[in-house]
């Protein structure tokens, strides 16, 4: 059958990803706030206003509707709407409410992410996700954003790539809370899973009819001579673990940005070949072979719920899309079940550590007026989602 003859899925979910500490700005009483400030962390800057979303969503919303996006992704804070161990903020909600409302009005699909990385500093205090009692207060948390969002939720993010909290956080120690521990580090997936499963069941309890999933960092591998143990050790704890666990889920949620060289020695830095800002290898492939890999292990649908490169350079972000989505392409044309995929990011944000110097976005914002302007990979997002199949395979 020739490509172009595939009929794509007219309920598709076209969208871009973001999340609340990256765009929102103000995320004062979060434990990456208080990490940015303390001496000696690796964070490089401070995330401030970032892009002042907490303010500016409709003009954010309305970005999406001018490319003709059905579907964004974003997160809530957890910080925000229980600021304080069993205390809900009325606000907090009302604002959340009124986002999703405001997503609705414009026939935008909102794909909600209950936890993106940063935790209230009253968990953070009380030993974060080393701490087994978090399964109950993100099961609470969760029970009360599905009572009062669950008619509005579109898809349910719980967990936001729980494998990278882990590997950055406790193995690493670029995260809070600058843990370098092996043990722990295992520990925290385990703990990760069962909040995860504990979150899905409190938000089937409430309102509204939404598929539940937890997004997971996964890469494309390639592993040199002598490689090939220590790359299935690393890809067993980040990967299949998880994949194994998604089972009662109602999808998988793969977010994939680059290819990872494994050797004898473990990780290869800097391996030779084209790089992004990130120093991550130009390997738009990685959506294929992820999402073939993730259907390898079950049959859930599934979403792209990110892909894209930090890059200054927008005509290799283009090349970067492109590839990505003729790769999409491939895998729908396969027959795997993909529903959706989500171009990170929206806006130029607050990266972590990294500040804000990595550029992910299809849109620039000016760093002190906030002022919002598209550059051309919006344009070519937009025309390119619209045509897909023909436009991508044109290219
Ligand atoms: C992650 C997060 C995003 C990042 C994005 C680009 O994958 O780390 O979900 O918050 O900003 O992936 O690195």
Redesign the pocket.
């Given at each position: 059958m020739a490509l172009h003859e595939i009929n794509f899925p007219t309920t598709f979910l076209w969208g871009t990803?973001t999340?609340a500490y990256?765009i929102e700005g103000g995320g004062t009483n979060t434990d990456w706030w208080r990490f940015e400030r303390a001496p000696g962390t690796v964070a490089v800057e401070e995330c401030g206003e970032a892009c002042d979303s907490w303010h500016r969503y409709e003009e954010d919303l309305d970005l999406l509707v001018q490319f003709g996006l059905n579907s964004f992704r974003l997160s809530i804070e957890w910080a925000r709407i229980e600021p304080e161990y069993g205390v809900f903020s009325r606000d907090a909600l009302d604002h959340y409410r009124a986002v999703l409302e405001a997503c609705h009005a414009r026939g935008i699909v909102p794909v909600v992410t209950l936890h993106?990385?940063t935790l209230p500093l009253w968990v953070a205090d009380a030993g974060g996700f080393e701490n087994p009692e978090i399964v109950t207060w993100l099961a609470n948390y969760a029970s009360v954003v599905g009572r009062e969002f669950g008619a509005l939720i579109g898809i349910a993010c719980t967990i936001?790539?729980p494998n990278?909290v882990a590997v950055m956080g406790y193995l690493l120690g670029v995260f809070p809370p600058q843990v370098t521990d092996d043990g722990r580090f295992v520990a925290v997936n385990e703990m990760m899973r069962k909040a995860h499963v504990a979150m899905r069941e409190a938000l089937r309890e409430g309102p509204g009819t939404y598929p539940i999933g937890m997004?997971l960092?996964m890469q494309d591998y390639e592993t040199l001579p002598g490689g090939e143990q220590e790359m299935h050790a690393m890809r067993d704890e980040m990967e299949d673990k998880y994949l194994r666990a998604c089972e009662g889920d109602d999808y998988l949620g793969v977010?994939c940005?680059t290819k990872m060289v494994v050797g004898p020695d473990g990780v290869v830095f800097d391996p030779p070949g084209e790089k992004t800002e990130?120093g991550y290898l130009f390997w738009p492939q990685c959506v294929e072979q992820t999402v073939r890999r993730a259907a390898s292990f079950s049959s859930l649908p599934i979403y792209v719920t990110?892909n894209?490169i930090?890059t200054d350079d927008d005509d290799q972000r283009i090349r970067y899309l492109t590839g990505a989505l003729q790769g999409l392409h491939r895998v729908l044309d396969e027959g795997v079940d993909v529903r959706g995929y989500f171009q990170?990011?929206l806006l130029d944000?607050f990266?972590?550590s990294l500040g804000y110097r990595?550029k992910?976005g299809i849109v620039s914002v000016d760093r002190t007026t906030f002022v919002r302007t598209p550059k051309p990979s919006a344009q070519w997002y937009a025309t390119t989602t619209r045509d897909f199949p023909r436009s991508v395979l044109d290219t």
């Open positions: 990803s999340s990256q993106h990385f936001n790539e990278i997004p960092s977010q940005y990130m990110e894209g930090g990170w990011s944000n990266e972590w990595p992910f």
